[in-house]
């Protein structure tokens, strides 16, 4: 299986700043085949499920707010908060779809400070 | 848009099979491959398992001696069944479409497993 990593697990970060999640693959999640990262990211409120935010390591989904964004190819992947707002307080999650079966980092909780 | 709606048994005992269903409205079913994920308390993610329109499936090889995925296309609904559970399969149980990322997720069921 791989393995993914985020760091940190947790961070405060005030109100209309920036929010850096790292997400790091025990191998490769790029194709050869079509260039693709096979990586997404997900914001999960209290009690809810997940929702998807970013495909394809940087495409973000209908109807997700721009201040979130993804990037990073490889094994090393990135989702930044541009301009946190109270409603971000969640946890996010990075998984990779690269090969069977698709696994999930352990999570980043983020916190307004 | 596609919104799965999921139910099943929340509380079970040590030994007995798990059953859940997901139905799914608001787009055509057989377009996509359809998932179960599950969550512990307090925990991280977990795939079980995914099924496609013709009835393929692909299991986590983890729980795959113990998890059936099947499918009714004239009811555009899915199921999940886990035989012998124990504690540890404790978990918020999810469906969701699958186009190797997940969305949308159904609610949730809550499913614990308690003597």
């Known amino acids: 299986d791989i393995v993914m990593t985020q760091s940190p697990d947790s961070l405060a970060v005030s109100l209309g700043g920036r929010a850096t999640i790292n997400c790091k693959s025990s191998q490769t999640v790029l194709s050869s085949s079509n260039n693709q990262n096979y990586l997404a990211w997900y914001q999960q409120k209290p009690g809810q499920p997940p929702k998807l935010l970013i495909y394809?390591?940087?495409t973000r989904e209908s109807g997700v707010p721009e201040r979130f964004s993804g990037s990073g190819s490889g094994t090393h992947f990135t989702l930044t908060i541009s301009s946190l707002q109270a409603e971000d307080v969640a946890v996010y999650y990075c998984q990779q779809h690269y090969s069977i079966p698709p696994t999930f980092g352990q999570g980043t909780k983020v916190e307004i400070k | 848009q596609v919104q799965p709606q999921q139910w099943g048994t929340g509380l079970l005992k040590p030994s007995e099979t798990l059953s859940l269903t997901c139905a799914v409205h608001g787009e055509p079913f057989s377009d996509y491959y359809w998932s179960w994920i599950r969550q512990p308390p307090g925990k991280g993610l977990e795939w079980i398992g995914e099924?496609?329109?013709?009835?393929?499936?692909k299991y986590n090889p983890s729980l795959r001696s113990r998890v059936t995925i099947s499918i009714d296309t004239s009811n555009n609904q899915f199921f999940l069944s886990l035989t012998s559970v124990t504690a540890a399969d404790t978990a918020v149980y999810y469906c969701a479409r699958d186009y190797g990322w997940f969305g949308p997720w159904g609610q949730g069921t809550l499913v614990t497993v308690s003597s």
């Open positions: 394809w390591a940087s």
């Open positions: 099924i496609d329109h013709g009835g393929t499936t």
